[in-house]
């Protein structure tokens, strides 16, 4: 048994002497921010990693999912996911946008495109969905309610770095994809974020908006905000970059060793097989059922009380935070299946730190009930 407190995450860092010559650069050039150097090689880097045509840095996901939605034009009523981190729903508020919650699928926990059609009113604009634990969304399937009704698609794909289909990037469905590069993410920059857009006019919007809305020295065409990913993210993120497919396939094997220990445990569901789909194991969501011997909320106090911090994501459901719960959408009888999820739901540890004696420890627990 480890004697020290396990997290569901730990934020991978590459040696730290790698990162010195990267500071020294900064540090001799004085170009601390504002589409530097180390901002411009990153979009790039980033682009030909994740195969997708154009991008634009953020100094965090949230900030960037308000851009998105301001460089769209979004108003009056945007579909969503209840089942998501709040940051979701809270994009919308700022902007004045009513979120109006959808449930999700069973299966996958994402958005279920089944139930969007009868949440369409003459004010929706846009969907916005999100993969959640960066498994895809059905995006055939939203993209043709968004083509029928004439709405604009925005993912949520803070969970979603480097996942690629048959087809490619699961970025670039939809009209934009947010990305989150926060410390807990798979792919970290301390705090950023970025929005993968389709076209070179579309990104030159987003980097006005995401410099106040400057255009040259003395021009201002929006009102926009201050979104820029400093040189330091930048770099970090460079110096992350050349690390993350050895992170990934720990992950992987991460996954792998739970899946074969778990699966045959009665009451415990592993989600999201990842079959065809190129994942990046984010996260390790389990589901308690009632076979198990005990539940949720007693395994959850049960590992802490052997210092294991998995975590209720997502529970509570956004829809149920005082700034939401008055929405008829967000209503309970409207939202059976996550309201379900979110009382069964427990992410385990799943980082390349994790040492195979200690994840042995939480299979051991959950093993015995
Ligand atoms: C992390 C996360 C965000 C917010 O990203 P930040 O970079 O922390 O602002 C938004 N949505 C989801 C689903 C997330 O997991």
Redesign the pocket.
Same mark, same amino acid.
């Given at each position: 048994m480890s004697d020290k407190n396990l997290y569901v995450t730990q934020p991978f860092l590459p040696p730290l002497p790698e990162f010195l010559p990267y500071l020294e650069e900064i540090w001799s050039s004085k170009v601390l921010t504002n589409g530097g150097p180390f901002h411009v090689r990153l979009e790039k880097a980033l682009c030909e990693y994740l195969g997708v045509e154009h991008l634009a840095l953020f100094t965090? %996901?949230?900030i960037a999912?308000l851009t998105a939605l301001q460089a769209l034009r979004i108003t009056g009523e945007v579909i969503t996911t209840p089942y998501? /981190?709040v940051? #979701?729903s809270h994009s919308l508020l700022w902007n004045g946008i009513k979120p109006v919650f959808v449930d999700i699928h069973p299966g996958t926990l994402n958005l279920d495109p089944a139930k969007i059609e009868a949440a369409i009113t003459p004010q929706t604009t846009a969907i916005m969905p999100?993969h959640c634990y960066g498994h895809p969304c059905d995006v055939d399937a939203i993209q043709k309610i968004a083509d029928n009704y004439n709405l604009k698609v925005i993912y949520?794909a803070?969970?979603a770095f480097g996942v690629t289909t048959k087809t490619g990037s699961v970025l670039n469905y939809g009209d934009l994809s947010v990305l989150? /590069?926060?410390a #807990?993410?798979v792919f970290n920059t301390f705090?950023? %974020?970025a929005i993968v857009c389709p076209d070179a006019k579309t990104k030159q919007r987003i980097d006005h908006l995401k410099n106040f809305g400057f255009v040259d020295e003395v021009t201002v065409v929006a009102p926009g905000i201050n979104g820029k990913m400093s040189e330091f993210n930048s770099a970090l993120g460079l110096l992350q970059l050349g690390h993350i497919e050895k992170a990934l396939l720990r992950r992987q094997e991460i996954d792998a060793f739970y899946r074969k220990h778990l699966s045959s445990v009665k009451g415990i569901h592993c989600l999201n097989d990842s079959g065809e789909i190129i994942a990046n194991f984010s996260y390790f969501p389990i589901l308690i059922g009632e076979e198990y011997p005990m539940d949720r909320d007693s395994l959850y106090e049960k590992l802490k009380a052997n210092g294991i911090y998995a975590r209720r994501y997502f529970y509570p459901l956004i829809s149920s935070f005082p700034m939401y719960r008055s929405l008829p959408s967000a209503h309970s009888s409207n939202l059976p299946v996550a309201t379900d999820a979110a009382l069964r739901v427990l992410c385990l540890p799943i980082y390349p730190d994790l040492k195979p004696d200690e994840q042995l420890s939480i299979i051991d627990l959950i093993q015995r009930g």
């Open positions: 965090n %996901g949230t999912l998501s /981190f940051a #979701t999100v949520d803070a969970h989150s /590069f926060h #807990t993410k705090e950023g %974020g």
